[in-house]
């Protein structure tokens, strides 16, 4: 046999690898894009059924077009499933190694079943032959029928996987809002003090909610109790510490490579009083609630304001909570 007998698997390994050199240099490109549909609705389920039926009589190319849809359909999800109990799981770069592997593992085998088969099959593109498989009139009731139905259900696929990728679901819109201790590490965080001595803390934000948002960001030291008989908590002393604004643009969650922060704030504060204290930071949104005169000169707020920590606690407003004891020098 010649060369040119193996043209369509020799295309697939080819189109196989220049994906991968598209993915890893042109993410962005067109041809990725049209390349990766072929990758997984096709190309798997191609290499596999004419590894399988190598001999021209066993299937007519309607039926191996549809089975190789079908089975391309079923074979992607089945390596995703195995991927999922594997240490490098369901990420890009594994998902296209072993799509890869599999298309150049059974190509292969096409290929040196091709060659030993009698009579075996071989796609020739020709007006001649489209017009033969097309033709009704030699074909029974039945065979048309089913030609019918593999070409709507052939069709309906493609078209609902090309709705799917050009309007894809947004994932979920979510902002992430942090502290950190002064080296910049979930850890050493400022929680015991003396009375006027200095603490520091990093405040992060990072928008994930696929648009630009202004974020409001509080920061409330509060002295509060918990009734067990009432199930309610009592805010004693409340004062208004701090407050900001930034305005950020949505970044995409990154689950493949390092996280790295998008806005971080140093803030160092003390505080004049000994005792048990909750130092809260609290986030909002596009707007923020009016804060009363009285809490900006520095007043206690615990008898105006006490709903902010109320809420925080319950989960209705985005917070953090740094606990602090501050001790008598």
Not at 163 to 184: D, W
Not at 296 to 306: F, I, K, P, S
């Amino acid at each position: 046999m010649k060369v040119e007998d193996y043209w369509d698997l020799i295309t697939i390994i080819a189109l196989s690898l220049l994906l991968d050199f598209l993915i890893a240099f042109y993410p962005d490109s067109l041809l990725r894009k049209v390349l990766g549909l072929a990758f997984v609705l096709f190309f798997p389920g191609y290499v596999f059924i004419t590894a399988l039926f190598p001999e021209r009589k066993e299937l007519d190319n309607l039926e191996r077009l549809a089975l190789s849809i079908g089975l391309s359909i079923a074979i992607v999800p089945l390596i995703g499933l195995g991927l999922n109990y594997t240490p490098w799981g369901i990420r890009l770069v594994p998902i296209l190694v072993s799509l890869t592997v599999f298309n150049l593992i059974f190509a292969i085998a096409a290929i040196y079943r091709r060659t030993n088969a009698v009579d075996p099959w071989i796609p020739r593109v020709s007006i001649e032959k489209i017009k033969e498989e097309l033709e009704w009139d030699k074909a029974s009731k039945l065979d048309k029928a089913l030609t019918v139905i593999l070409i709507i259900a052939i069709i309906s696929s493609i078209a609902t996987l090309v709705y799917v990728i050009t309007h894809p679901k947004p994932g979920e819109a979510f902002t992430e809002f942090y502290i950190l201790g002064p080296r910049g590490k979930a850890s050493d965080y400022p929680t015991k003090l003396y009375v006027g001595q200095n603490g520091t803390v990093i405040i992060g934000i990072v928008n994930h909610e696929h648009r630009n948002v202004t974020y409001f960001v509080e920061i409330w030291l509060a002295n509060l109790t918990f009734n067990f008989t009432t199930n309610e908590t009592i805010v004693h002393e409340m004062y208004l510490m701090d407050y900001f604004n930034v305005t950020l643009p949505p970044i995409p969650v990154n689950i493949e490579g390092n996280w790295t922060p998008q806005f971080e704030k140093n803030y160092t504060f003390s505080i004049d009083k000994p005792g048990r204290w909750q130092l809260w930071f609290l986030l909002f949104k596009d707007k923020e609630p009016p804060i009363p005169e009285s809490c900006l000169r520095g007043e206690n707020c615990a008898d105006t304001e006490a709903w902010r920590i109320i809420q925080a606690i319950n989960g209705t407003i985005q917070s953090l909570k740094l606990n602090v004891e501050v001790k008598e020098i």
